[in-house]
């Protein structure tokens, strides 16, 4: 099992993931319980069209894409609806749809176009440098001291968007709509920036995986937000270690192999809380 660790490149490949997974899955912690699982596909689809449009124009191929991030973070930040038949989940699906396409159609003009969009979807996990993983490093070590120093405050505002319509501001635990929007503001540029980043190697699929996947299984079975930051961390390193296993053992792609595991996990989780669920039901109604 430990084998694969004997070549260089899967070894490289579970650091950055490690790095990666842990970061990604407690930003998920705060998506999901914001009720906004769609942000960080668009935030990944923005920044894979960043990439697209870099490669298409031959420059800025980093600072490009961490501008068109950093711009659909700041613009969701301030999208608050006042039509309550619309939902801001229905918006940001559209921002997904649309980028896709641009993203697509500016692939499509370069000399390897399908392996070109496989990439961006996937990534190429297995092909990372120390040199990325030190930058990644520094990138995921500052969102994540950012998010460890002000613990409170972003949590306060996940909890407000968990109680209350998701496109409300009204009704914050901080202090006037100024603070409740400058928190909501630095949580989407966080996350726009791990994106970013995350994508560049891991591809869209896999990080919409790890943000989405051990969150909803960590909110199965912990209550306490430390609990669940934990569980959603653990669910990532095991997914991490198990998809490149896989990947290693049976030569399938890393990317997927990632994103399978981490479904399987997210399997057994449901299948223990449903056990767990039942078990609790019966024994109340006896």
Known sequence: MFEMFQLEFITQAFILTVIVGIVLSYLGVHVVGRGIVFVDLALGQISSLGVAFSDYIGIGKTTIP??????????????HLKD?????????????AVASAATVMLISKTPHG???????LFG?????????????????????????????KFQKVTNHFAHTNADSEMASPLTGKGEFRLWNFLFYISIGLSIVFAVRVSGVIPVFSFLIIPAVAALMVARKNISIVLFAALISVLGAFFGLNVSYKYDFPAGSSI????G????????YYTVKSFAKKKKSAA
């Open 66 to 79: 961490i501008a068109f991030a950093l711009v659909g973070a700041l613009l969701m930040s301030f999208i």
């Open 259 to 262: 994103v399978a595991v981490l």
């Open 124 to 152: 190429n996990i297995l092909s990372v440098s120390w040199d990325q993983i030190r930058l990644s490093g520094l990138i995921f070590g500052l969102i994540a001291l950012l998010h460890f120093l002000f613990f409170k």
């Open 114 to 120: 399908d392996s070109d969009i496989q990439e961006v």
């Open 264 to 271: 399987g996990l997210f399997l057994l989780v449901s299948v």
């Open 84 to 96: 309550k038949r619309i939902k801001l989940e229905a918006i940001i699906g559209i921002i997904y």
